[in-house]
């Protein structure tokens, strides 16, 4: 069995920022790709931003040069550092890793999403 737990979400203003942290834990061998994604109210959930094993990073249009994804590799960990932060960031963040399991599966497994809200 493996696990997802993000923490980080909060209130912020607009122009402030907030780290998420996402650790994944259990029956693992290895992560391979760990990402997030969002869903605001009323809307699809979409890709934010991931990272391969090797450091390899993507990001959304929408994030890019604001947001910066990380990964500590030892502790299972993935981080999101948002900066200006924006209304339209507003959204549950949900973490998503793709795992090797023990038994030598590929898992693809979702945590339970942190709420962020930009406002004034």
């Known amino acids: 069995q493996v696990q997802v737990v993000e923490s980080g979400g909060g209130l912020v203003q607009p122009g402030g920022s907030l780290r998420l942290s996402c650790a994944a834990s259990?029956?693992?061998?290895?992560?391979?790709?760990m990402g997030w994604y969002r869903q605001a109210p009323g809307k699809e959930r979409e890709w934010v931003a991931d990272?391969?094993?090797?450091?390899?990073?993507n990001y959304a249009d929408s994030v890019k040069g604001r947001f910066t994804i990380s990964r500590d590799n030892d502790k299972s960990t993935t981080y999101l550092q948002m900066n200006s932060l924006e209304p339209e960031d507003t959204a549950v963040y949900y973490c998503?890793?793709?795992?090797?399991?023990?038994?030598?599966?590929?898992?693809?497994?979702w945590g339970q999403g942190t709420l962020v809200n930009v406002s004034s």
């Open positions: 990272i391969t094993s090797g450091g390899g990073t």
């Open positions: 998503n890793v793709r795992v090797v399991s023990l038994s030598y599966n590929i898992l693809e497994v």
């Open positions: 259990g029956s693992i061998i290895s992560i391979n790709v």
